[in-house]
Antibody
Framework: EVQLVESGGGLVQPGGSLKLSCAASGFTFSVSTMHWVRQAPGKGLEWVGRIRNKTNNYAAEYAASVKGRFTISRDDSKHTVYLQMNSLKIDDTAVYYC?????????????WGQGALVTVSS | SYELTQPPSLSVSPGQTARITCSGEALPKKYVYWFQQKSGQAPVLVIYEDSERPSGIPERFSGSSSGTMATLTISGAQVKDEADYYCYSRDISGNRVFGGGTKLTVL
């Protein structure tokens, strides 16, 4: 059974940092591209970024709204993807979901975690 | 920045057909994906590559795309289909974006 479990959410002050984790199981994590998507309270979905697999040199891409502040990394030995968030702003308050793109012949974002709530407030 | 435009809301009666649209300049060249999100839950993929249905998604869900507009169709909508629906695609440069979402009410 495919499972994605986010952790690390919480309350942080503006300008602070937080690191989210997403632990994967039930599929071959190392071949997958992993995505982060967020949803502000009462708002729509926003793509945050993705990290590709080793074959693609672990290349990462980001939305313009977080580029330069957020960093996505992964540890294939731990089947975990991370989202390091720095210089946090109030507008970064959201539920953060991780999702996968398993292989090119499998549709992207077919499984999602339950989400981790990040609240940026003083 | 690139935008995908959806109607904010749509209301249909049970058994009617619901059609949710998504418009974007790059859609003639990029696939559209559709997600269903029920209150308090993570999104679920219901259509990929414009018109393909993942396993486990009921046949009443279908998708199409023509020109700059894609459409998610729910034939014979049921009360349990009440949810927010989001389209998702890429711009010409490859940047990924979600539409603003459509709140479907079935009652």
């Amino acid at each position: 059974e495919v499972q994605l479990v986010e952790s690390g959410g919480g309350l942080v002050q503006p300008g602070g940092s937080l690191k989210l984790s997403c632990a994967a199981s039930g599929f071959t994590f190392s071949v997958s591209t992993m995505h982060w998507v967020r949803q502000a309270p009462g708002k729509g979905l926003e793509w945050v970024g993705r990290i590709r697999n080793k074959t693609n040199n672990y290349a990462a891409e980001y939305a313009a709204s977080v580029k330069g502040r957020f960093t996505i990394s992964r540890d294939d030995s731990k089947h975990t993807v991370y989202l390091q968030m720095n210089s946090l702003k109030i507008d970064d308050t959201a539920v953060y979901y991780c999702s996968r793109h398993y292989k090119t012949d499998v549709p992207p974002l077919d499984y999602w975690g339950q989400g981790a709530l990040v609240t940026v407030s003083s | 920045s690139y935008e995908l435009t959806q109607p904010p809301s749509l209301s249909v009666s049970p058994g009617q057909t619901a059609r949710i649209t998504c418009s974007g300049e790059a859609l003639p060249k990029k696939y559209v994906y559709w997600f269903q999100q029920k209150s308090g839950q993570a999104p679920v993929l219901v259509i990929y590559e414009d018109s393909e249905r993942p396993s486990g998604i009921p046949e009443r869900f279908s998708g199409s795309s023509s020109g700059t507009m894609a459409t998610l169709t729910i034939s014979g909508a049921q009360v349990k289909d009440e949810a927010d629906y989001y389209c998702y695609s890429r711009d010409i440069s490859g940047n990924r974006v979600f539409g603003g979402g459509t709140k479907l009410t079935v009652l």
